[in-house]
């Protein structure tokens, strides 16, 4: 029986499969709390998982980091990747790998040795900063005073270079400007009513291709950053931070919960997938009569409550099968989010994470619920002597 609830677990998960591809079971540092500081003269010689509402990391860390919180300051040097969400962030310290992040606003001041993917309201790209690859995602305001060794693309409200294009522009900018300090070695290609702007000192040295967007029945267009990879990102991260917020508030619900799951992984799987197609499907119905139009809008509304709160307890599920001993329901949080966030981004297993991750979510939550409304207590009858 027990090698049946671990297999089950494993299949809904597609966890144990990942953990070999991402490294994670093997060389882990995890931080939690209201404030977190790497200082200067330390080492994390591993992967570092940090959650909480300040983040600051000033010293090296031979590995991965992976941080959730209200605002991150990475000075320090960063062998490995850096994926990270919060509303402010800023780079200071060099990046030997990629960059992943998501935030209202963004600031790299430092050398970038790989690629830069980023979905902000502002970016920007400070002067002293160098980008060795490609800039990717979507913002709405885009500012490089630096440079960018390659490519950029990207979709922007407001796209500025006062620095270094080395090779194309491509995506789509309501307004593209080249500034005085500005040069474009290559190519722009994007999608705007809107000529570039060059200033007096600022060149293109490529072709420039602007291509009018397609007309929407006299509906501007929302936001560009609304329909690009970039948002994506911001929103996977957005969805850890959101994660890690509710389970500070509640966190005996998610222990409770996870417990309970863990000893029936079975129960808690059939209840997600059978709820995933018998809801929807009495939804549909309901709308079909006009007397069940009301029940069918208001059990609608707690469907997309239990839709939205899944996530976060699979992500903890997840964290605390990586972290059973651990009594930091923050850190155990931050970790199993993190990492459905990284499956998100793997190309067919990250469709089978989202769908594992919903079902089981789903399971957890309609479990959950049964037990605060049928459970009573127990009444204990005396004998009279």
Same mark, same amino acid.
């Given at each position: ?18 953990? !070999?591809?991402? #490294?994670? =079971? ?8 209201? /404030?977190? /500081? ?26 991965? *980091?992976? &941080? ?15 994926? &990270? ?27 970038? $040795? ?7 309201? @502002?970016? *920007?790209? $400070?002067?002293?900063?160098? +980008? ?36 194309? %522009?491509?995506?789509? =900018? ?29 060149? +293109?040295? #490529? ?13 501007? !267009? ?5 329909? @690009?990879?970039?948002?994506? *990102? ?7 931070? %959101? ?32 709820? !995933? %197609?018998? +809801? ?12 069940? +139009? ?11 409550? *239990? ?6 307890? =699979? ?18 949080? =931050? ?25 089981? #979510? ?24």
């Amino acid at each position: 029986m027990k090698y049946i609830k671990t297999i089950t677990l494993v299949l809904g998960l597609v966890i144990l499969s990942v953990l !070999a591809f991402v #490294g994670v =079971a093997n060389a882990q540092s995890f931080k939690s709390g209201d /404030t977190i /500081t790497v200082p200067a003269n330390e080492t994390v010689n591993n992967m570092l998982f940090a959650g909480g509402n300040n983040i600051y990391i000033a010293g090296t860390v031979n590995g991965d *980091v992976i &941080c959730g919180g209200q605002t991150v300051t990475i000075s320090g040097t960063i062998n490995g990747d850096v994926i &990270c969400g919060g509303q402010t962030i800023i780079i200071s310290g060099k990046v030997n790998g990629d960059i992943r992040l998501g935030g209202q606003t963004v600031t790299i001041s430092n050398t970038i $040795d790989g690629s830069a993917t980023v979905g902000a309201q @502002t970016l *920007v790209i $400070d002067k002293n900063a160098k +980008i060795n690859r490609d800039l990717l995602g979507g913002s709405q305001n885009v500012t490089i005073n630096g440079q960018v060794k390659r490519d950029i693309v990207a979709r922007a409200t407001n796209l500025t270079v006062n620095g270094k294009v080395w090779r194309n %522009i491509k995506g789509g =900018a309501e307004n593209i400007t080249i500034g005085s300090n500005g040069l474009v070695v290559g190519n722009i290609d994007y999608t705007s009513n809107n000529n570039p702007v060059i200033i007096k000192g600022g060149k +293109i040295l #490529g072709k420039v291709t602007v291509t009018a967007p397609k007309t929407q029945n006299n509906n501007k !267009a929302f936001s560009p950053v609304a329909f @690009t990879f970039g948002f994506f *990102v911001y929103a996977f991260i957005a969805a850890m931070i %959101i994660a890690l917020v509710l389970v500070g508030l509640s966190p005996r619900v998610f222990n409770e919960a996870t417990e309970a799951t863990i000893k029936k992984p079975g129960m808690t799987f059939l209840v997600g997938l059978v709820s !995933a %197609i018998v +809801i929807p499907a009495l939804i549909f119905f309901l709308f079909m009569s006009f007397i069940g +139009i009301p029940l069918a809008l208001l059990l609608m509304l707690a469907w997309l409550l *239990v839709m939205a709160v899944s996530g976060p307890f =699979a992500a903890y599920l997840l964290g605390k099968l990586l972290l059973p001993k651990s009594k930091q329901p923050v850190g155990i949080m =931050a970790l199993g989010a993190a990492l459905l966030l990284i499956l998100y981004f793997i190309p067919i297993i990250g469709f089978i994470a989202m769908i594992a991750a919903y079902i089981f #979510g789903m399971g957890i939550v309609l479990n959950r619920a049964k037990w605060l409304t049928i459970s009573t207590p127990k009444v204990v009858h005396k004998k009279k002597a």
